[in-house]
């Protein structure tokens, strides 16, 4: 494993070990191709996993030929994004393969959530969810790319220190940033990370502090790989599901 840097993720580390311990036998890569959005991976049981792809860091997808599972999960911790989003899918792909199934619920976690009166901070902008927040206090937003009435990664702490709630978005576990973020969030009520790309074991996030790990269990490998790959097409090809802290 590299050492710790600005992509070092402990929770990947720890992740790809626990899955490592108990990955079933005779599991091969079938194939992998990088979408519009997302990359995805498909093992030979049928069942595949996905991450947000990095174009604006890795432009031209890597050049792998990958066979052995975990092999291809061991990139997650790569310098490279494009290879770490690799990874990234592989241990999601895996994590559906292990025996046994981590437990977990079907449904969006964010539906059983009341948001009235409360401080929100969310890292990465979802759109797409802004509307369960019209009753919250406030609502700041962490977001990388420089948009109107966003805060930017280095300003998180005045975001995430005072929230109630905070959800963060998977893509962290690519681009770098979510043991921060998590730590940062340690005062919140109620720290979600979800999106396809957290569809994972979920024992690293909540040593950190994470309360509910939220991902996509996708059921159409075939669908989503003729897809365009964006996030519509990867809800539409699969079940939303979540791990919840005991």
Avoid: H, Q
């Amino acid at each position: 494993m590299i050492s710790e840097g600005p992509y070092f993720t402990l929770i990947l580390d720890e992740a790809f070990k626990i899955i490592a311990g108990r990955c079933i036998e005779g599991v091969e890569v079938k194939g992998w191709l990088v979408l519009k959005r997302y990359l995805l991976l498909e093992l030979s049981t049928g069942v595949c996993g996905v991450a947000y792809y990095p174009y604006d860091l890795t432009p031209t997808a890597p050049k792998l030929a990958l066979r052995d599972p975990l092999d291809a999960a061991k990139l997650c911790m790569s310098r490279v994004a494009g290879r770490r989003a690799v990874g990234v899918a592989a241990l999601n792909a895996l994590t559906w393969a292990l025996k046994p199934t981590p437990p977990f619920k079907v449904g969006d976690p964010l539906d059983s959530l009341d948001f009235k009166g409360k401080r929100v901070g969310v890292v990465g902008y979802f759109k797409p969810i802004f509307w369960r927040f019209k009753s919250a206090k406030s609502l700041k937003i962490v977001e990388r790319k420089k948009m109107k009435g966003v805060y930017p990664p280095e300003k998180a702490e005045e975001v995430l220190s005072g929230a109630d709630i905070v959800l963060i978005t998977g893509s962290c576990l690519v681009y770098g940033g979510l043991e921060r973020y998590l730590k940062l969030a340690k005062g919140a009520e109620k720290v979600i990370v979800l999106g396809p790309t957290s569809s994972m074991t979920p024992e690293p996030f909540f040593k950190r502090g994470a309360d509910i790990v939220a991902g996509v269990k996708i059921d159409s490998c075939s669908s989503l790989s003729k897809s365009r790959g964006r996030a519509d097409d990867v809800l539409k090809a699969s079940v939303k599901v979540y791990f919840e802290r005991g």
